[in-house]
């Protein structure tokens, strides 16, 4: 151990007599306001740095004369000279100039541009704007375009969620411009809020992420909207596909050094098909297929070189509205009507305060609210016996079975309707000092005030009822829900940033007030990383996480909790700890290799209750009687059971570890490719009543191939291939008589085996706890191309492609359901599948 020890003191020591000088400074526009995401590299020494949300930016070269290259999305790139002696501090501001976004530029298409070497952080990815744009299969979605990294899976091909190292979706930060998001979907969540056309900065921390960012478990989203282009009054662009719009117009302001940039993005598939199946009697009534529309504003104006005041406005809506028609195929029928809207009103101020000291003050309204109704009858399967079945099928038997008068059967009916609001106030000061040497020292304070309201009627079929009282699995909702909530929360926080030769330590500590739950929690972190050489650089980092309970992120959850149950109050904050370790080398000026470990810890996690219950079961009498007859079984006993339940509790614990691998290669001159390979292997599980079982999103091997080609001047082909092993299954361990539970007039329940004209209707049973997640679905693999050429016509700048999303029509499953023949007993499975072969067409216009 004293040998180990004595390596590392002689590291230290001959990294702190080899001072190396260190170029400081900020990025800014023409006005003096910050270019947050701009990169300055030095190509010939394989480094670089990207500026923060202030544009400041932090290098450390070896002494000597060195060429800095500065770029940012939107404004001409600068080359500067720079001449360091040994230990020397170089301050700079650079002022780059605007220009018009070429639909043709190539900068850094990769992953993430190179990572400063003096940034301690590890996990962080930073993704370039036109990544997203032009990645086969994302559908020009930022989420989407983040699913091929790895440490990340998505949860199907229908989701933008992330899921992210063995955490579920609700435990992500999702912000812009510094604003925290609820709901950071569109389209009921196959797309995002984030529009591909007006991204300056993408940065997405895995895991470790330092004090600055807190309320979250897993990873954090910090997604930076650019400013709009000053160089003209007005420029604009124009992008369509089959399914919908984006429009963005921006320009220079006549005061202030200002700018605006106005987004809109509409679906308008549903406004062709909509009058298409109400024409063939396949719905009925209005017609309003989901479709969303957005609208995005930001104005930015400097009133001076030491002032930068911008606001951001977003605004949301989704909608469905169909009833099934007389002239449909199948026998269940839906009726729907839902819409929601999210709105966000953010205010930030950015003041230079000193040379050295800098501060940012942030207001915001956030609101997500929403309203729908429904109803329908279903189940026809079930009731039928079989899937193929049409409308005219079943009035045919219901006519047959009138006429022999045996009971008609009937599909099940719900119907119901619900309100929600949840709305979010917010004030955050931040504050970053570098006056004292090698420490960049950052702190701040924020304050929330979060008001949730949620209401819900259902009104289910009698025979659903009845059926939940035997399935322990099936939480029993009420039959109206309404609650109001308000609570406050509050955060205070302090880093800093030591660089101490080779080294750089980021020590945080963090507290947290959940009024919610009424209670306080601090939470230390540490990240540091190690130059080992001029190409390779070691990081690491630990930390604690805590999370409040909260209405506002069931929506991620698809778990409903009733936080207003007296024991809700007793919920403690979930929990926790990361540990990652990893090493990033620059093989070559193009090829970059990143190898990271990490292990995540939870405990404390809100689940819902298992109370002890009781199950009805029954038997059959002897094994020759015919298991149809309902008088072959014994009559339905109770015996102890669990039973789900909607009550909050710190149920569960769970870990999740592994090693992902990035081979990522940088465009270059000359190089017309570019992209990464990745590979990650993973566990991730839950443990929960003393059972330990796999996660629902482990994925034990997943590898991304993600590669661009450019083949000629007006050419380029993207190339996107997923695969990964299956998702974790509950299949059934055998089939089960089919209990009903019903209520006498005493109000005691009295159970039954259900019948219907053929006899015992028997259903699959998936077995207990024990079993959960024991079984796999099969493997996941996808291939996506991207076709785009550029053109020049009418004196304006287009790009066109053709996208195809799994071009080999590859039959992925979402899930499997499972059927018993009534003939035979047998246990059928049919799986559900995702998106089959999609091409999609589009074009974009620079204005």
């Known amino acids: ?41 030095v190509r010939t020494l394989n480094r670089g740095a990207v500026a923060d949300a202030q544009g400041r930016f932090r290098l450390e070269l070896p002494a000597g004369t060195h060429e ?60 370039q704007p036109r990544t997203v744009k032009y990645r086969a299969g994302a559908v020009e979605d930022l989420l989407r375009a983040l699913q091929t990294l790895p440490g990340i899976t998505a949860t199907s091909d229908f989701s933008s969620q992330l899921v992210i190292r063995g955490s579920t979706p609700d435990q992500n930060l999702i912000l812009i411009d510094g604003f925290e998001v609820f709901n950071p979907y569109r389209l009921y969540g196959l797309v995002s809020m984030y529009n591909p056309e007006t991204l300056a900065d993408v940065q997405l921390s895995l895991g470790g992420f330092p004090a600055r960012y807190g309320d979250r478990l897993s990873a954090v989203l910090d997604v930076t909207v650019r400013q709009g282009q000053r160089e003209r009054p007005f420029s604009g662009m124009l992008s369509a596909t089959l399914v919908n719009a984006n429009v963005v117009v921006e320009g220079r302001l006549p005061f202030w050094q200002g700018s605006y940039l106005l987004a809109s993005r509409r679906t308008y598939y549903d406004l062709i098909a909509g009058p298409i199946v109400r024409a063939a009697g396949l719905v009925d009534g209005d017609v309003a297929l989901p479709n969303f529309g957005d609208l995005q504003l930001k104005l930015t104006v400097a009133p001076s070189s030491t002032h930068r005041l911008s606001t951001l406005w977003l ?17 269940d029928s839906v009726s729907l009507f839902d819409e929601a809207y999210n709105t966000l009103a953010g205010f930030t101020w950015d003041w230079v305060i000193a040379p050295s000291w800098s501060a940012r003050l942030q207001l915001s309204a956030y609101n997500n609210h929403g309203r729908n109704q429904f109803g329908g009858e279903g189940g ?91 399935n322990p699995r099936i ?52 990240a540091l990383s190690y130059m080992l050489d001029e190409v390779t650089t070691v990081r690491g980092a630990w930390g604690i996480y805590y999370q409040s309970p909260g209405y506002e992120k069931l929506f ?75 008088q072959s079984w014994t009559p339905p006993v109770p015996v102890p059971g669990d039973s789900l339940t909607i009550i909050p509790v710190n149920g569960a614990t769970g870990d999740a570890y592994g090693i992902e691998l990035l081979l990522q290669k940088f465009y270059r001159e000359g190089s017309p490719l570019y992209g990464w390979i990745s590979y990650a292997l993973s566990w991730a599980y839950r443990q929960q009543d003393g059972v330990r079982y796999p996660f629902n999103y482990d994925r034990r091997h997943v590898f991304n191939f993600v590669a661009g080609w450019r083949i000629n001047s007006w050419l380029e082909l993207n190339a996107t291939w997923t695969y990964g092993t299956g998702f974790p ?45 024991r079984a796999r679905l099969p493997d996941y693999h996808r291939l996506d191309l991207r076709l785009t050429a550029y053109a020049d016509w009418l004196g304006k700048e287009w790009s066109l492609y053709l996208d195809i999303a799994n071009v080999y029509n590859r039959a992925n499953v979402l899930a499997i359901q499972y059927r018993v023949d009534p003939q035979t007993l047998a246990i059928e499975s049919r799986p559900i599948r995702m998106l089959p072969i999609l091409p999609t067409v589009g074009f974009t216009v620079r204005l």
């Open 1 to 41: 151990m004293w040998r180990i020890a004595l390596a590392v003191y002689a590291c230290a020591v001959t990294a702190l007599a080899q001072p190396a000088a260190q170029v400081v400074g900020i990025i800014q526009d023409s006005s003096g306001s910050p270019i947050p995401g701009a990169t300055v590299q």
């Open 556 to 630: 991620d959850r698809q778990t409903f909790l009733d936080f207003t149950h007296p024991r809700a109050r007793q919920l403690q904050a979930e929990a926790a700890a990361h540990w990652v370790a990893g090493v990033e080398r620059m093989v070559s000026p193009e090829w970059q290799l990143r190898l990271e470990l990490y292990y995540k810890r939870f405990w404390n996690l809100i689940v819902q209750e298992r109370l002890a219950g009781t199950v009805w079961v029954t038997q059959l009498r002897s094994p020759e009687a015919d298991p149809r007859n309902p």
């Open 68 to 127: 800095l290259e500065v770029r940012g999305v939107g404004y001409r790139p600068e080359r500067l000279r720079v001449s360091l002696a040994p230990g020397a501090v170089e301050r700079l501001t650079v002022r780059l100039s605007p220009q018009a976004i070429s639909l043709r530029e190539i900068q850094v298409l990769g992953a993430q541009p190179v990572q400063s070497r003096e940034d301690p952080r590890p996990s962080v990815v930073f993704v």
């Open 315 to 331: 605004f949301n809506r989704d909608n469905t509205e169909l009833t099934s028609g007389a002239r449909r195929q199948r026998p």
């Open 729 to 773: 299954w509950t299949a059934p361990v055998g089939v089960k008589p089919r209990i009903v539970v019903e209520r006498d007039s005493t109000g005691a329940p009295v159970a039954r085996i259900d019948t219907d004209w053929r006899g015992v209707v028997f259903q699959a049973d998936r077995g207990g706890l024990d079993n959960l997640n």
């Open 380 to 470: 026809s399967e079930l009731v039928l016996g079989s899937r193929d079945a049409t409308l005219e099928d079943f009035r045919r038997l219901q006519d047959s079975l009138r006429q022999l008068g045996i009971e008609v059967p009937r599909l099940f009916s719900v119907e119901g309707g619900g309100e929600f609001a949840f709305r979010k106030y917010s004030l955050l000061w931040e504050h970053v000092l570098t006056s004292l040497p090698a420490h960049q020292i950052e702190f701040g304070a924020g304050v929330d005030w979060i008001d949730n309201e949620l209401g819900f009627s259902l009104k289910l079929d009698p025979r659903l009822v009845a059926l939940r009282e035997t």
């Open 475 to 526: 939480p029993k909702l009420p039959e109206s829900y309404a609650v109001g909530t308000g609570a406050l929360r509050t955060a205070l926080y302090v880093q800093d940033r030591i660089r101490l030769g080779r080294f750089t330590l980021l020590p945080g500590l963090r507290w947290d007030y959940f009024g919610f739950i009424r209670r306080g929690y601090v939470a230390p972190r540490m």
